[in-house]
C-alpha cells in the first residue's frame, strides 16, 4: 500500500501561482511514475502532468505546457506541481496518483493509490 497526501491548494487571483506538493508513504519502493489529475465539477478527471520516479521523463497535457512544472524529490519522497499564470479554466480539485505498472503515465487506469484531492481555485 502507498499513501498520498496532497497539500498547497487555495484560492488565487487569475495569473498568480500555487506549488501543490504529495508526499508518499508506504510501499513507494516500487513506484513507476506519479501523476497529477483534475477534476472540475460536472467534468471528468483529467490528465495534467506526470513524472517517472527513476529517470524523471516528464509528461504534460497541452493545456498546461509552458505554465505548470512537475518535479520529484527523493530524499522526502514527495512529487511537486508549480503552476504559474493560472487560469480561470485551472480550477478544479487536483489529486495526486502513483502507480506501479510500467503502461504508461497519462491515463487514471496507469495508477494505482490516489490522494485525497486539494481544491484549487483561480478567479478571473
Known amino acids: 500500500q502507498v499513501q498520498l497526501v496532497e497539500s498547497g491548494g487555495g484560492s488565487v487571483q487569475a495569473g498568480g501561482s500555487l506549488r501543490l506538493s504529495c508526499a508518499a508513504s508506504?510501499?513507494?519502493?516500487?513506484?513507476?511514475?506519479m501523476g497529477w489529475f483534475r477534476q472540475a465539477p460536472g467534468k471528468e478527471r483529467q490528465f495534467v502532468a506526470a513524472?517517472?520516479?527513476?529517470?524523471?521523463?516528464?509528461a504534460y497535457a497541452d493545456s498546461v505546457k509552458g505554465r505548470f512544472t512537475v518535479s520529484r524529490d527523493y530524499a522526502k519522497n514527495t512529487v511537486i506541481l508549480q503552476m504559474n499564470s493560472l487560469r480561470a479554466e485551472d480550477t478544479a480539485v487536483y489529486y495526486c496518483?502513483?502507480?506501479?505498472?510500467?503502461?504508461?503515465?497519462?491515463?487514471?487506469?496507469?495508477?494505482?493509490?490516489w490522494g485525497q484531492g486539494t481544491q484549487v481555485t483561480v478567479s478571473s
Open positions: 508506504g510501499r513507494t519502493f516500487s513506484t513507476y511514475a
Open positions: 496518483a502513483s502507480g506501479r505498472r510500467l503502461t504508461g503515465m497519462v491515463a487514471t487506469t496507469d495508477y494505482d493509490y
Open positions: 513524472i517517472r520516479w527513476s529517470g524523471g521523463t516528464t
